[in-house]
């Protein structure tokens, strides 16, 4: 059974900094690219970062220099550093997994940035 479990949100003043972790079970973890994804009410879920199994990351505009993507395929765990966060970036944060046609979801972390 596949599980991602996300962990890491919470409320957070403009400025300040989050971590998120997800991790992976029940897939083989270093062949699948990995992303996080947010979503507000009204909204389509968008891509705000990614990473392969050959650790090359992209990165939407919006959070370029101030999000960093990583993971450690030792424990199978992919993270978000969010720094310098804004209102804007307010949203459901989600975990992806994603290779070929194998594609799982993580159920999200809640991340308010308000003051």
């Known amino acids: 059974q596949v599980q991602l479990v996300e962990s890491g949100g919470g409320l957070v003043q403009p400025g300040g900094s989050l971590r998120l972790s997800c991790a992976a079970s029940?897939?083989?973890?270093?062949?699948?690219?990995m992303g996080w994804y947010r979503q507000v009410p009204g909204k389509q879920r968008e891509l705000v970062a990614s990473?392969?199994?050959?650790?090359?990351?992209a990165y939407t505009d919006t959070v370029k220099d101030r999000f960093t993507i990583s993971r450690d395929n030792a424990k199978n765990t992919v993270y978000l550093q969010m720094n310098s966060l804004k209102p804007e970036d307010t949203a459901v944060y989600y975990c992806n997994a994603d290779l070929r046609s194998n594609t799982y979801w993580g159920r999200g972390t809640q991340v308010t940035v308000s003051s």
């Open positions: 990473i392969t199994s050959r650790f090359i990351t």
């Open positions: 029940g897939i083989n973890f270093d062949f699948y690219a």
